[in-house]
Structures are given as structure tokens and as C-alpha cells.
């Protein structure tokens, strides 16, 4: 059975900063690609970055020099650091996985739960 649970979100003031992590487990996770997705309120889904099983990076425009997405494959967990955080960050979180690269939500096999990230003072 595949899992992916979010965890570290919350409330934070704007430029603070927040780590999130995913812990997975019932899939080969150092094969996949793991990316991180967030979706805010009557905003469609859309990509903040992705490693691939290389270590490869990618990440969205908006949040280039602000976060970074890291893996740790003996611990079957992918994080996010998400340093000086703006407004515009608030939104759910999701973790994904997928056996190939993406950057689009169909790419992405297996999904966690989500965690809220609110910046607001």
C-alpha cells in the first residue's frame, strides 16, 4: 500500500521560513521522482519542484533562490525548505511521486494528503 505523508506546515509571518517533509513508504522510492505541488484556494494545481531519482532538480519561477526541494533515500523521505516566504505562498501542500520525470499533476502516480502553509503577520 503506497503512502505519502506531509508533515511541517503551519502558520508563519511573511519572510519566515518552514521545512517540510513526506515520509513514503510501498513503492521504490529511490527510482521515482518526487515533486512538490501546492494548490491555493479557487487556484488550479501547480508545480514547485521536482528531484529526480539523479538528484535532478527543477523548480518553478516563483520560488527559484526562496526554496529547495531535497531527498533523503535511506529515509524514504523528500523535504522542502521554504525560506522568506511571501503571502503569495499560502496554499495547501502536496507531496507526489511518479516512476518517470513530470512537471504536470498527471505525471504523478501517488499523491499525499496535503498540509496547509498560511504566511500571513
Known amino acids: 500500500q503506497v503512502q505519502l505523508v506531509e508533515s511541517g506546515g503551519g502558520l508563519v509571518q511573511p519572510g519566515g521560513s518552514l521545512r517540510l517533509s513526506c515520509a513514503a513508504s510501498?513503492?521504490?522510492?529511490?527510482?521515482?521522482?518526487l515533486a512538490w505541488f501546492r494548490q491555493a484556494p479557487g487556484k488550479e494545481r501547480e508545480l514547485v519542484a521536482t528531484v529526480e531519482r539523479g538528484d535532478r532538480r527543477k523548480y518553478a519561477d516563483s520560488v527559484k533562490g526562496r526554496f529547495t526541494i531535497s531527498r533523503d533515500n535511506a529515509k524514504n523521505t523528500v523535504y522542502l525548505q521554504m525560506n522568506s516566504l511571501q503571502r503569495e505562498d499560502t496554499a495547501v501542500y502536496y507531496c507526489a511521486a511518479a516512476y518517470s520525470p513530470a512537471v504536470v499533476p498527471g505525471g504523478y502516480s501517488y499523491w499525499g494528503q496535503g498540509t496547509q502553509v498560511t504566511v500571513s503577520s
Open positions: 510501498g513503492f521504490t522510492f529511490s527510482k521515482s521522482t
